[in-house]
């Protein structure tokens, strides 16, 4: 069953368009696959600057 999606407004530039069409082009895959894999990357990367429960292995930070 297919998640339920936000939809929402982006802005890109069109050189950013023009590679994406050129992607979707060659491998059929819809550009908002690639603008949400993007997201999930930025996410991925930026975890630790977002609140949440620290896992039960997470180490408190040492004092210097």
Sequence with gaps: MARKKVSTTIY???EQADRLKVLHERTKVP???YIREGIDMVLDKHQHEMPGQLS???RPP???
Aim: net charge positive; glycine share 0%; hydrophobic share 50%.
């Design 12 to 14: 890109i530039t069109p």
């Design 31 to 33: 550009i908002a696959v």
């Design 56 to 58: 039960l292995d997470a």
């Design 62 to 64: 040492t004092k210097k």
